[in-house]
């Protein structure tokens, strides 16, 4: 693939990536930058990685996870959307806002925002795709700019929200977990 198409594949693969990174500063108001920076290379990590696995996995397991790549992308966000709801309903000085940083909620909203990657990783493993390599780290990239982009954009806007954009970040995750429920079964 020449540099302009992955290019355009790595923005389009970034985007839930963007929306996740958008709940995220909307959560944390006082994210630091090396904060934003550990959440949005996990992002690029795993957006840039599963497509090296997807690719060296190749076509012998391809149907069997791209037949269930959105359900477990889905129900990955739904649970993380309906955690962060549920605590923005906690009265003030509860909410446990430091759980944005776990390494534990940080890697599952990156695999669960990088499932599709992996199928990406298959595609190039079919075209007969060698340079794979330069394909995936365009791809973290480009992920880790928008990524890094959201959290601040989130940030931003949380201010004039004010305390509870939690349930707004929240509702973001089940949104595309709503959104990659749509486009599979449609």
Not at 57 to 72: A, K, L, N, P
Not at 110 to 126: E, H, K, N, Q
Not at 155 to 163: I, L, M
């Amino acid at each position: 693939m020449d540099f302009l198409t992955v290019f355009i594949l790595a923005i389009g693969l970034s985007m839930d990536s963007f929306a996740v990174s958008v709940g995220c500063g909307l959560a944390e108001q006082k994210i630091s930058f090396g904060h934003a920076a550990k959440i949005s290379f996990s992002l690029a990590f795993f957006q840039g990685f599963l497509p090296l696995l997807g690719w060296y996995m190749g076509t012998e397991i391809r149907e069997y996870v791209e037949s269930v790549d959105h359900w477990i992308a889905v129900i990955l966000l739904l649970f993380l959307g309906g955690k962060m709801i549920a605590q923005s309903f906690k009265p003030a000085g509860q909410e446990n806002t430091s759980d944005i940083y776990s390494w534990k909620h940080i890697i599952t909203l990156s695999i669960a925002t990088s499932i599709d990657a992996l199928v990406v990783g298959f595609s190039y493993a079919l075209a007969s795709t060698t340079n794979i390599l330069s394909g995936a780290l365009i791809i973290g990239a480009v992920t880790f700019f928008f990524a890094m982009l959201g959290i601040r954009i989130g940030k931003d806007v949380g201010d004039t929200f004010g305390p509870k954009v939690e349930l707004i970040g929240g509702i973001i995750l089940i949104a595309i977990g709503i959104r990659i429920f749509i486009q599979h079964t449609i």
